[in-house]
């Protein structure tokens, strides 16, 4: 029979993906005990796939994992998962590859199962299934809603590590689901009472012309908030880091969030109270445009077109929870 299935990497093989699997035993479903990246192509090109590799490797170093590849092997792997399954992608569908690296069996459970060591899984997914329903958001900006939930701070559990370790995020969103109104999404705040980021995305405010962002400190530093810094220096707009309260934001000219499937989306209210005049603000539409430009996509454009292409994934996103 044809194989119809998209192709995995797991641990030096390539396989179909209902054929991947890892034990039960594992100690990422033992204590959570991963790291992971997801990148994302333009025009089927991996975006900053190395800061992405680095990120991970940097994980891996900070938890003590041990990784089988090189930082170049696993690049080469990335490539050729991509190309396997090129062929199941079409017109302008996009690669969203999510690298899941568990340290693999705890020992006692050594002799039951033979696979021990680390595993390494790259997995490669049409981007339009993870952006689904966000087109409108980038008109309507969306409600930022702050969760009783906290984020944990770097002092109790290291959020650069991106790591699996999420109930708090889930939490946050399990939360904001219950809040009335569409677009609504989490923004958490740490035990200090200052803005860190959303549960997949980072956070900026706009001031007087100048970029704000939460400081490096209890936040996963996003490779795409590290862009809109880089388009921002081209731009020529000034970019602060710094500790952000709620009633900067409620002050606030413009505010957007940034992360990997969906670029830069347009904040427009706190609490449902607007922020600035329009949304999306100025700032905001051209650090989007410039994105795009830069990337050779219109970001905006191909999503809102996937979105009305298939009615079928108009549901919810995986930032939002629907019971
Ligand atoms: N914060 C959290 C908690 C995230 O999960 C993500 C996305 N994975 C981000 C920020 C944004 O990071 P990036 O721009 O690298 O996608």
Redesign the pocket.
């Known amino acids: 029979m044809e194989n119809k299935e998209r192709i995995v990497y797991l641990n030096g093989e390539f396989v179909p993906e209902s054929e991947a699997k890892i034990s039960v035993y594992d100690s990422a479903l033992m204590f959570g005990d991963m790291i992971f990246e997801?990148t994302r192509s333009f025009n089927k090109k991996q975006f900053k796939l190395r800061e992405h590799l680095q990120r991970l490797y940097n994980s891996a170093k900070y938890l003590e994992i041990d990784m089988p590849l090189s930082m170049i092997e696993m690049e080469q792997k990335v490539h050729e998962v991509v190309n396997k399954n090129d062929v199941y992608f079409q017109g302008d569908d996009e690669h969203r590859i999510m690298i899941d690296v568990t340290r693999g069996l705890l020992s006692i459970y050594q002799s039951v199962d033979q696979r021990a060591g680390t595993n390494i899984i790259i997995t490669d997914f049409p981007l339009k299934w993870t952006v689904r329903n966000m087109g409108k958001l980038y008109e309507q900006g969306i409600n930022l809603v702050i969760p009783s939930q906290r984020n944990i701070p770097a002092s109790l559990l290291e959020p650069k590590v991106?790591n699996r370790s999420r109930i708090h995020?889930l939490k946050a969103n399990l939360e904001v689901s219950k809040y009335a109104g569409e677009n609504n999404w989490a923004l958490l705040l740490d035990p200090d009472g200052f803005i860190t980021?959303?549960?997949?995305?980072?956070f900026f405010i706009v001031k007087s012309g100048k970029l704000i962002t939460s400081e490096p400190r209890n936040?996963?530093r996003?490779?795409?908030?590290d862009y809109v810094f880089e388009l921002a220096y081209k731009l020529g707009i000034p970019c602060v880091e710094k500790n952000i309260e709620p009633y900067d934001i409620y002050t606030a000219d413009e505010a957007f969030v940034?992360?990997?499937p969906f670029c830069i989306l347009p904040v427009n209210s706190l609490f449902n109270t607007k922020i600035g005049e329009k949304t999306p603000g100025l700032v905001t539409s051209l650090l989007l445009k410039t994105w795009s430009d830069c990337v050779n996509v219109n970001v905006v454009e191909q999503i809102q077109d996937w979105n009305s292409q298939d009615a079928k994934l108009s549901g919810v996103s995986p930032y939002s929870v629907e019971k």
């Open positions: 997801m991106k995020y980021e959303g549960t997949g995305c980072n936040i996963l996003g490779i795409s908030r940034t992360g990997t």
